[in-house]
């Protein structure tokens, strides 16, 4: 009974376009109203205190900050010109330059819709120029994105970890291996569809080996801002707080050395850093408000204790999550999706013995899916408003493939989980 009352305020307030911030807060009164004899909603100061000021949130500003200034300093646009000119041979060439860039700027910005309003902005009037099937365009774009969520550093693996005390270094590292095979994928579902659809492909855009080497030297700004950050975490030098300052300043030094700095600059960069990072503040403390009233009227041990007598096995207790969270992503927003459901469900399935590493990388794995699946798909908008033109429906059928091979990701991640700890279990 709780969680269908629940569920049905929930949709109720998300259907009336209420924010979902607001939407979070009135549910955890509502909950504690009809559930609880005691008055749960006094404590929502001292939530919203204890919430707001863990450190360890305070490398989601920053991460935000360094994705803002590689942007506004032009990095993005240099590094997608640059793989273009080393990819652009192979058959749907811009668009593996999509995909490769996307991983690249994913692996400095923590931010999936960054990752894709920065590659639509760039990439869209090349597609035109070089008369690309635009809607497998945009959708290559829109799945290019999902990587900011999974290549660390990722601000989403850092809302897993604050939401199931997880260890934040620990997921970093084990979104590496999987981020780097979904990327792979990515791209080798665009060569078969070029090569069965050559037309889909558009017109090669030729380099010269000359232009090619001249080009490395703009890839280099991302790949050590990468080794800076991830680097500092693996080595134990810095915490992935600290590691963002200096991924920080470190990107604020490129940025001058580009001469982008002055002050419409950093206008810019502070704007966007707080519209998003207060966006998500807000979110994290209203589901903090709200797991705190369903921990209180006892929702998670009732699901555990209905989980038990359902008699399945933790393989098939895994399969109805799993089915869950693809349902839920067609029509939630994916953070709110998060915030949600996991401190519900991650004491479920770590109770039933799943590593909560390997579990976040999965989620983050089902939430990348809800990125680029209608009707709430948010990188579909995101790539559709950058477009501004056609519909919204051609970007759609653009990502099917895609979601095909997040799908093909999934079933490797549940069989080869090792390839998730690899390389987290060397980190604390």
Same mark, same amino acid.
């Given at each position: ?36 004899? %005691?008055?749960?909603?006094? !404590? ?18 920053? &991460? ?40 690249? %700027? ?55 970890? %604050? ?22 994928? &990515? ?20 380099? $010269? ?25 693996? $080595?134990?030098? !810095? $915490? ?7 991924? /920080?300043? &470190? ?9 982008? @700095? ?6 810019? @960069? ?15 403390? !209203? !589901? ?18 209905? /989980? ?50 390997? &579990? ?55 069989? %080869? ?12």
């Amino acid at each position: 009974m709780i969680v269908t009352i629940t569920l049905a305020i929930l949709l109720s307030l998300l259907l009336l376009s209420i924010p979902v911030a607001a939407a979070l807060i009135v549910l955890g009164f509502s909950i504690g109203e009809i559930f609880s004899d %005691f008055p749960l909603y006094r !404590a929502i100061g001292e939530i919203s205190w204890s919430a707001s000021t863990d450190f360890i949130l305070l490398a989601i500003p920053l &991460f935000v900050l360094l994705g803002e200034i590689l942007l506004r300093a032009g990095i993005a646009k240099k590094t997608y010109t640059a793989l273009d000119r080393w990819l652009s041979w192979m058959p749907g060439g811009l668009m593996h330059a999509n995909i490769a860039t996307s991983a690249m %700027f994913a692996a400095t910005s923590g931010s999936s819709v960054a990752t894709a309003a920065t590659i639509t902005t760039v990439a869209l009037p090349e597609a035109r120029r070089y008369r690309y099937k635009e809607s497998l365009f945009a959708g290559s774009i829109a799945a290019g994105g999902t990587l900011g969520i999974l290549i660390p550093p990722s601000i989403n693996l850092i809302v897993y970890g %604050f939401l199931t005390n997880t260890s934040i270094p620990q997921l970093f590292m084990a979104g590496i291996v999987p981020g780097i095979i979904l990327t792979i994928l &990515f791209m080798a579902c665009i060569l078969v569809i070029c090569l069965i659809k050559p037309e889909f492909g558009g017109r090669k855009s030729d380099a $010269t080996l000359e232009e090619r080497l001249k080009s490395l030297i703009d890839l280099i700004p991302v790949i050590l801002i990468f080794i800076v950050v991830i680097g500092s975490i693996y $080595t134990g030098l !810095a $915490t992935p707080t600290e590691s963002a300052a200096l991924g /920080v300043l &470190f990107s604020l030094g490129l940025a001058f050395q580009y001469k982008a @700095v002055n002050l419409n600059f950093m206008k810019e @960069v502070f704007e966007g850093t707080m519209r998003t990072t207060a966006m998500i503040m807000l979110i994290l403390v !209203a !589901a903090n408000f709200l797991n705190f009233i369903l921990d209180s009227i006892g929702l998670a041990e009732q699901l555990t204790e209905f /989980v038990n007598t359902l008699g399945l096995s933790p393989f098939k207790t895994l399969l109805v999550i799993i089915g869950l969270y693809i349902v839920l992503g067609f029509f939630v927003e994916t953070l709110s999706l998060m915030v949600i459901t996991i401190p519900i469900v991650a004491p479920v399935m770590v109770g039933l013995g799943y590593n909560p590493v390997w &579990f976040g990388v999965l989620i983050i794995l089902l939430i990348e899916m809800a990125l680029i699946t209608p009707p709430v798909g948010l990188n579909l908008y995101v790539v559709q408003g950058v477009r501004q033109r056609g519909s919204i429906s051609e970007v759609m059928v653009g990502s099917i493939p895609f979601v095909i091979m997040i799908t093909f990701m999934i079933v490797l991640l549940v069989i %080869f989980p090792d390839m998730a700890l690899i390389f987290s279990r060397y980190v604390v």
